[in-house]
């Protein structure tokens, strides 16, 4: 196990300083592999945005039918069968 993690740790640091850095850290900011990863940043950033509004659409729309029923029975929603009346306890 411990050779392994010599050998591991060899490699690491005989790698040239190139391999270990994308072209953006080494201040090549017009390289196609630079606006690829931004245009992979822009992808995953409308996924997110995406997920979101619909979580939020999904919400609202609870929320709206949640206050059609309310308006449709005149009165807040109770489990159907239900004879509860208020301040009353059930035995």
Request: aromatic share 6%; charged share 10%.
């Amino acid at each position: 196990m411990t050779m392994r993690n010599i050998l591991i740790a060899m490699l690491v640091l005989g790698a040239p300083r190139a391999a270990l850095a994308c072209p953006v850290c080494f201040g090549q900011n017009d390289s196609p592999m630079a606006a690829a990863t931004n245009m992979g940043i822009i992808a995953m950033l409308g996924v997110v945005v995406g997920v979101l509004a619909c979580f939020a659409t999904f919400f609202i729309h609870l929320m709206r039918r949640e206050r059609l029923v309310a308006d449709h029975t005149g009165a807040s929603y109770t489990a159907p069968g239900s004879n509860a009346q208020e301040g009353t306890a059930q035995c």
